[in-house]
């Protein structure tokens, strides 16, 4: 068998084994050092990584000054990717992502963090409800729920600050959105969220401890709870397919006010489907916490554009609206002393909002002191009305429980912060402000002032980074649930209710005669309305698996891009087709100006008049015949 020699080569010369060992270690170890590791993976300067919001918050007062440049410079980038101005849409948008950064930034402490804040409510104020944005959606109320622990016990006696509002408020909307994706049925699928969810609010002792003796506090815990049980109801169980569809969420009032929503909206008469209005105001405070709260944010909007449902809804708060039939009676069939305390405080906020954003000085004057219906009438007679400085009247009175006193303090502390420098509203600047000196005396009246003007600078300052046109959380999702749930075929003209059929008289005794409200609904149309207020049975919409939901989302997708191709084609197909007539045209003409006119020609060379022309072509006819 052959023996291949292989000639050994000595690189470092004939030395012994240990030096030329100690060679190798020195040589190699230049190469192992400048190897990148994964662990510390450069990142780029626009992007938000751990090591910096470290470095921030260990920073001294030297170093802070660079890092706060470069952290303003990525919550710029931040909030350009959320879309912000543009309303949540645009090629530059990513929603997702832009919550998921701003949560990350959120944890760097000082005053940059109010900033933080600031941009992720603005951002959940305009982003549109999309199903994309559940995932970052789930994240951000999992990390809501333990800023409000880091937060900790905070002083009784002493306001709110900033970061406390501000968490207060986005914990609010996030949740909102969460449940106003219940109600459209998109967390079908969505297992895994809802379970880590409500593993993070299963015990919400700690919301006490941080918004204690307040009710916004407990008007937070309320929500929360319901939120909880609804989170339990929508997630699967062990021997449940994750999306198998379950039952829905909204109520008959709210579905009610949705019908005379839609109605506003697309700028119908809102006379013809008051009896919807109507209902919706029957059923307030029969329903649950959410749906109530829900209602009053829907009446809030629609307030702020209809003057005549604001004075219908504050005519409903004196009692004295006679609703009663079939749809069980709410608080409306009582006055306002008597309402809940959610309920009352719930109607304090509305005419709060309707005073600061009412779209016309009519309406902001009626939210602040309503005094005589002019538009409602009850037997051919006027009614009254509450307002803001009619509710005031009410407390004077000792009328009033200590939460709703509370809600009616930090309201009117809220719109006198708004109109004292409006110098076209300056009375209504002065009758505020002495109102809020009659409740000075309450305990804590100082610290619930404080925690008002508070709330009015993080919204105005808010506000500030929002496009005034753009629609904000609550009128989008009521779009969403209209188009899903009010059908087209029902027309404004077949909501009014028709008066009910008399009853027989079993005896002959004389029985008054039912009250019949009246609306004014322009000078000189009156209109009638029944006040046996019936419930509409609407058609169910059906709740479809999220398997099919997706195919048939991407359906429209591939449909519509086909629509698009075809009619590349169709208008490229026209364009050729003009084409080749402007040509076949232009030949013609060609052809006309070659061919030569042999009777001008014969005419030019005879010296013919036209009268002789003309004399000679009648001969010629003649001739014929």
Same mark, same amino acid.
């Given at each position: 068998m052959p023996v291949d020699k292989i000639r050994v080569q000595h690189k470092f010369g004939i030395i012994s084994h240990n030096h030329r060992q100690s060679l190798l270690d020195r040589i190699s170890a230049p190469a192992v050092s400048s190897t990148p590791s994964k662990s510390s993976r450069k990142t780029t300067p626009c992007?938000?990584?751990?090591?910096?919001?470290?470095?921030?918050?260990?920073?001294?007062p030297l170093n802070r000054s660079k890092l706060e440049t470069q952290a303003s410079q990525l919550l710029h980038r931040v909030k350009r990717r959320a879309g912000?101005?543009?309303?949540?849409?645009?090629?530059?948008?990513?929603?997702?992502? #832009? =919550?998921?950064?701003?949560? @990350?930034?959120?944890?760097? +402490?000082?005053?940059?963090?109010?900033?933080?804040?600031?941009? *992720? $409510?603005?951002?959940?104020?305009?982003?549109?409800?999309?199903?994309d944005n559940i995932p970052s959606l789930f994240l951000v109320c999992e990390t809501v729920i333990e800023w409000i622990k880091e937060l900790g016990n905070p002083i009784p006696e002493t306001a709110w600050s900033k970061t406390q509002i501000l968490t207060y408020y986005i914990t609010e909307l996030c949740f909102w959105r969460a449940y106003g994706h219940a109600l459209l049925h998109n967390l079908h699928g969505c297992g895994s969220f809802l379970s880590d969810l #409500? =593993?993070?609010?299963?015990? @919400?002792?700690?919301?006490? +401890?941080?918004?204690?003796?307040?009710?916004?506090?407990?008007? *937070? $815990?309320?929500?929360?709870?319901?939120?909880?049980?609804?989170?339990?109801?929508?997630?699967?169980?062990?021997?449940?397919?994750?999306?198998?569809p379950k039952k829905s969420f909204i109520?008959?009032?709210?579905?009610?006010?949705?019908?005379?929503?839609?109605?506003?909206?697309n700028g119908a008469d809102p006379a013809t489907s008051l009896s919807a209005l109507l209902t919706t105001l029957s059923l307030l405070g029969t329903e649950n916490h959410l749906n109530t709260v829900l209602a009053m944010k829907l009446l809030s909007i629609i307030c702020c554009k209809n003057y005549l449902a604001l004075q219908i809804l504050q005519a409903a708060a004196t009692g004295t609206l006679p609703l009663h039939g079939n749809a069980s009676c709410g608080v409306c069939k009582s006055s306002f002393q008597q309402w809940d305390w959610v309920t009352a405080s719930e109607l304090i906020n509305l005419l709060v909002d309707v005073a600061i954003k009412g779209s016309t000085s009519e309406i902001q004057k009626s939210a602040i002191q309503a005094g005589e219906m002019a538009s409602v009438r009850v037997d051919s007679a006027p009614v009254q009305g509450y307002g803001l400085l009619d509710l005031v009247s009410l407390n004077a009175e000792s009328a009033l429980s200590p939460a709703i006193q509370y809600s009616l303090q930090q309201g009117l502390t809220r719109v006198h912060a708004h109109v004292k420098n409006d110098p076209l509203r300056k009375s209504s600047a002065h009758l505020i402000w002495s109102s809020l000196q009659t409740l000075k005396d309450s305990p804590s009246h100082r610290v619930i002032v404080g925690i008002a003007l508070n709330k009015t600078e993080c919204i105005q300052d808010v506000d500030k980074e929002i496009n005034p046109i753009c629609k904000h959380f609550f009128e989008q999702m009521f779009d969403t649930l209209s188009d899903r749930y009010i059908p087209q075929s029902i027309s404004s003209a077949s909501s009014t209710s028709k008066p009910d059929p008399k009853p027989t008289p079993k005896s002959p005794s004389?029985?008054?005669?039912?009250?019949?409200?009246?609306?004014?609904?322009?000078?000189?149309?009156?209109i009638r309305l029944s006040p046996n207020v019936s419930r509409r049975n609407y058609p169910v919409a059906p709740i479809l698996p999220m398997e099919v939901r997706h195919d048939q989302i991407l359906r429209e997708v591939v449909s519509d891009q086909w629509y698009k191709e075809l009619m590349n084609v169709f208008?490229?197909?026209?364009?050729?087709?003009?084409?080749?007539?402007e040509c076949e045209q232009e030949s013609e003409a060609e052809q006309t100006e070659a061919e030569p006119n042999y009777a001008e020609q014969m005419i030019h060379e005879l010296g013919l008049t036209k009268t002789e022309v003309c004399s000679v072509m009648d001969e010629l006819v003649i001739d014929q015949k």
């Open positions: 992007e938000i990584s751990h090591d910096f919001i470290l470095s921030f918050n260990n920073a001294d912000i101005v543009s309303g949540g849409t645009g090629n530059h948008v990513h929603i997702p992502r #832009s =919550w998921v950064e701003l949560t @990350l930034l959120a944890r760097c +402490k000082g005053p940059f963090r109010e900033e933080v804040l600031k941009a *992720l $409510l603005a951002s959940l104020i305009t982003a549109p409800p999309s199903i #409500s =593993w993070h609010i299963e015990n @919400l002792d700690f919301i006490r +401890k941080v918004y204690s003796k307040y009710p916004d506090g407990e008007l *937070l $815990l309320r929500q929360l709870e319901s939120i909880k049980s609804v989170v339990s109801e929508v997630q699967p169980g062990k021997n449940e397919l994750e999306s198998s109520s008959a009032g709210l579905m009610h006010g949705l019908e005379f929503y839609q109605s506003v909206r004389i029985s008054r005669p039912p009250s019949v409200i009246s609306v004014i609904s322009r000078p000189g149309s009156v208008k490229a197909a026209e364009k050729a087709q003009q084409t080749v007539a």
